[in-house]
C-alpha cells in the first residue's frame, strides 16, 4: 500500500509497506531498521524474537519524544523490560502493527515532533 504524502521537513518517511518490507523515501527495505525524521538506523534486529534491551538503546540515544515499534502484520508487545530504559528516561512507547507504526510515524513527523519508528521486519512468507 502505498502512503500520501504532506509537505514537511522531515527528512525521512514512509511511502509504503507489505509483507516484509516498507518503502521510505520510495526505497524498499526488507530489514529491520529505525526511521527518524533526520536519520534512518538500518539493519536494527532481525525478528521480534531476537530483541533485547541493548536494540532499543539505539533508540535511546537518539531521545526522541516517542517511539512507536512496529510489530508486522499484528501487534505483538514484546517484554517491558526491554524498553523500561526508554519509559525512564520520558520517552513515551507504542507498540502498533506495521502499517498503523508507518501511519502514525508519518503524522508525528509532519507535526514536526522528534518521533522514532522501529520497525521489526519479517521475512516474507516462503509458499511450500
Keep these: 500500500m502505498k502512503l500520501h504524502l504532506d509537505r514537511t521537513d ?4 514512509f511511502t509504503g509497506y507489505g509483507p516484509g518490507y516498507v518503502l521510505v ?9 529505525i526511521v527518524l525524521p533526520d536519520e ?5 534486529a532481525a525478528d521480534l524474537a531476537s ?9 535511546l540515544m537518539r531521545a526522541p519524544e516517542i517511539m512507536l515499534l512496529g510489530t508486522g502484520e499484528r501487534q505483538v508487545f514484546p517484554a517491558i523490560g526491554l524498553y523500561a530504559g526508554l519509559i525512564r528516561a520520558g520517552i513515551g512507547v507504542e507498540v502498533m502493527d506495521t ?9 508525528l ?3 514536526g515532533r ?5 520497525i521489526v521486519i519479517a521475512a516474507a512468507p516462503v509458499d511450500a
Aim: aromatic share 10%.
Design 10 to 13: 522531515a527528512r525521512y518517511l
Design 25 to 33: 523515501n520510495g526505497a524498499r527495505v526488507e530489514t529491520s531498521l
Design 40 to 44: 534512518i538506523v538500518p539493519d536494527w
Design 51 to 59: 530483541l533485547a534491551a541493548a536494540h532499543f538503546d539505539a533508540v
Design 99 to 107: 502499517q498503523a507504526a508507518c501511519r502514525t510515524y508519518n503524522i
Design 109 to 111: 513527523a509532519g507535526e
Design 114 to 118: 522528534r518521533v522514532a519508528a522501529a
